[in-house]
Antibody, heavy 119, light 107 residues
Framework: QLQLQESGPGLVKPSETLSLTCTVS??????????WGWIRQPPGKGLEWIGS???????YYNPSLNSRVTISVDTSKNQFSLKLSSVIAADTAVYYC???????????WGQGTLVTVSS | DIQMTQSPSSLSASVGDRVTITCRAS??????LGWYQQKPGKAPKRLIY???TLQSGVPSRFSGSGSGTEFTLTISSLQPEDFATYYC?????????FGGGTKVEIK
C-alpha cells in the first residue's frame, strides 16, 4: 500500500530556505506512470499546487513560485524533495507531498507537515 | 493560468439533502478535472477523477458531471460524514489550479 511521508523543519526563518523531503513506501518511484509533487495550504485557506517532477527529472513549477522553487528526486532512496528559497510569512502552510498518476489528478497524499516562517 | 471558479463558497444543508457544487474553468479543460473532500486536519481525499469517474471505495451518492468549462459535484443524499470542504482541481495544463473550496456545514 502506497504511503508518502513528509519530513523537515517545522520552523524556518524569513529569507532562509525551506527544505522538505517526501519518503515513498509501498511503491517504486522509478516508473513512467507517475509524477511526484508538492501542494500547500496556508492555515484556514485553500490549496495551491507548487510543482511536480517526473521520474526522468523533468520539472513543472507554479509560475507564482517558479524562481524560488526546486524539486528534485532520488529514486535510489525512494525520496523526492522540495526547496523553497527566500521564504516569507506568507509561505507558512501545511505542505503535502503527492503522487499523481499520468493523466489523472493526484491520488496519494502524505499526511502533511506544517511549516511556519517566523523569526 | 486556468482559473477555477467554485461556487458556492459555503452552504448549509441537512442530512438527506441533495447538494450540488459547481466549478467553472476560465478555458476549456476537456474532462481533466478531479474533486476532493477535505476534513479538518486531514489531507484531501480524491473522490472523482476524469470529471465523472468515481474513485474506488467512494460511496455512490457522490457523482460528477461536466466537460469543457462547467463541472458539478453532486451528493445525492447528504450523510453526517459528508460535512467537509470540497475542492475541484484542473490538471489539463500547468500550473494545476484548484477551485477556492466549498465548505458544507450542518443546517
Amino acid at each position: 500500500q502506497l504511503q508518502l511521508q513528509e519530513s523537515g523543519p517545522g520552523l524556518v526563518k524569513p529569507s532562509e530556505t525551506l527544505s522538505l523531503t517526501c519518503t515513498v513506501s509501498g511503491g517504486s518511484m522509478n516508473s513512467r506512470d507517475y509524477y511526484w509533487g508538492w501542494i500547500r495550504q496556508p492555515p484556514g485557506k485553500g490549496l495551491e499546487w507548487i510543482g511536480s517532477i517526473y521520474y526522468s527529472g523533468t520539472t513543472y513549477y507554479n509560475p507564482s513560485l517558479n524562481s524560488r522553487v526546486t524539486i528534485s528526486v532520488d529514486t535510489s532512496k525512494n525520496q523526492f524533495s522540495l526547496k523553497l528559497s527566500s521564504v516569507i510569512a506568507a509561505d507558512t502552510a501545511v505542505y503535502y507531498c503527492v503522487r499523481r498518476p499520468y493523466g489523472v489528478p493526484p491520488g496519494g497524499w502524505g499526511q502533511g507537515t506544517l511549516v511556519t516562517v517566523s523569526s | 493560468d486556468i482559473q477555477m471558479t467554485q461556487s458556492p463558497s459555503s452552504l448549509s444543508a441537512s442530512v438527506g439533502d441533495r447538494v450540488t457544487i459547481t466549478c467553472r474553468a476560465s478555458q476549456g479543460i476537456r474532462s481533466d478535472l478531479g474533486w476532493y473532500q477535505q476534513k479538518p486536519g486531514k489531507a484531501p481525499k480524491r473522490l472523482i477523477y476524469a470529471a465523472s469517474t468515481l474513485q474506488s471505495g467512494v460511496p455512490s451518492r457522490f457523482s460528477g458531471s461536466g466537460s469543457g468549462t462547467e463541472f458539478t459535484l453532486t451528493i445525492s443524499s447528504l450523510q453526517p460524514e459528508d460535512f467537509a470542504t470540497y475542492y475541484c482541481l484542473q490538471h489539463n495544463s500547468y500550473p494545476l489550479t484548484f477551485g477556492g473550496g466549498t465548505k458544507v456545514e450542518i443546517k
